[in-house]
């Protein structure tokens, strides 16, 4: 399936679809893994990763993509990506010109319709469209959106000295809160009957997944408490970026434990194509039935 196809579930009243921003496939480096654990011999113990999640050559597939969220009642974005103009590490410092804007537009709801914005943390690859060059500044993308930044997650960034996650701040946070458009909420706030946040910290101190439920259906969307779904049959492999590895581990037992054999439509924020699936038992551990 190509990557770039529009996905787009129903959840009862609720519709999401993914907003694709780029795709990345990222090979194994022995000093500086993404994953240690996930070496390309590893991998192959779990068959059913490729070919849609693991490259032939052993490369993890990772997509940076928002969500869309459309309730009767309103439109809320989950994670606005890297964004453009904006040279990152994690796209080897070159600024990115994608068709993000456009694409969002092409599904009936653009910017400026646009009611919340939730990060689900604050990295890079999660904040980037919060904002857009106008002239010189930063400016808010989502002119009429409440930004709703976790608590807990705004108060440790805020304080962070860490050399990458400065400028983020900078270009992507700070001028949102200039703008008088944030709201910040605890790691369980509730936005709706249909949509709430549940606390999945590890990754990072205020990390939190996305509830949704409507006529008894039910969805999530993992942040990244999940990172690939190689962590579906491996709970315990972790990111070298995980600010608590080991509570993002227990973190991820926890939920999957939850979600095994039920009817939740788990949608994987990094997931590459087809991006969501249900968690089903396997074994002593767990498989993406998608």
């Not at 590490?89 to 910017?111: M, P, V």
Request: some cysteine; charged content about 25%; glycine content about 4%.
């Amino acid at each position: 399936m190509a990557q770039g196809q529009t996905l787009r579930w129903k959840i009862g009243d609720v519709t999401i679809t993914r907003i694709l921003e780029l795709v990345l496939s990222v090979e194994y480096y022995e000093k500086y893994p993404f994953m240690r654990e996930a070496r390309p011999a590893a991998l192959q113990e779990i068959p059913w990763l490729y070919p849609n999640f693991v490259s032939t050559e052993g490369e993890l597939l990772i997509s940076i993509h928002a969500l869309l969220v459309q309730t009767p009642e309103f439109n809320l974005l989950v994670d606005t990506c890297v964004g453009n103009d904006k040279p990152r590490k994690i796209t080897s410092n070159q600024a990115l010109h994608t068709e993000f804007l456009h694409d969002l537009a092409a599904t009936g709801c653009d910017r400026e319709t646009i009611d919340y914005v939730v990060c689900t943390h604050l990295h890079v690859d999660h904040v980037g469209w919060n904002t857009m060059k106008v002239a010189d500044s930063w400016q808010p993308t989502f002119p009429n959106a409440r930004y709703l930044l976790g608590r807990n997650e705004y108060e440790y960034w805020s304080k962070s000295k860490a050399e990458d996650q400065i400028p983020v701040m900078e270009d992507s946070v700070q001028p949102i809160f200039e703008a008088g458009l944030v709201d910040l909420v605890e790691t369980d706030h509730k936005i709706s009957d249909e949509v709430r946040l549940l606390p999945t910290t590890g990754h990072t101190p205020g990390h939190v997944s996305v509830l949704i439920e409507s006529k008894h259906q039910k969805a999530m969307i993992t942040g990244d408490m999940m990172h690939h779904p190689c962590q579906i049959a491996r709970p315990d492999w972790t990111v070298g970026f995980d600010e608590d590895q080991q509570a993002a581990a227990l973190c991820r037992h926890r939920v999957l434990k939850e979600l095994a054999d039920s009817t939740t439509l788990v949608i994987g924020t990094h997931f590459a194509v087809p991006t969501a699936g249900k968690i089903v038992s396997d074994a002593d551990s767990y498989r993406f039935d998608y």
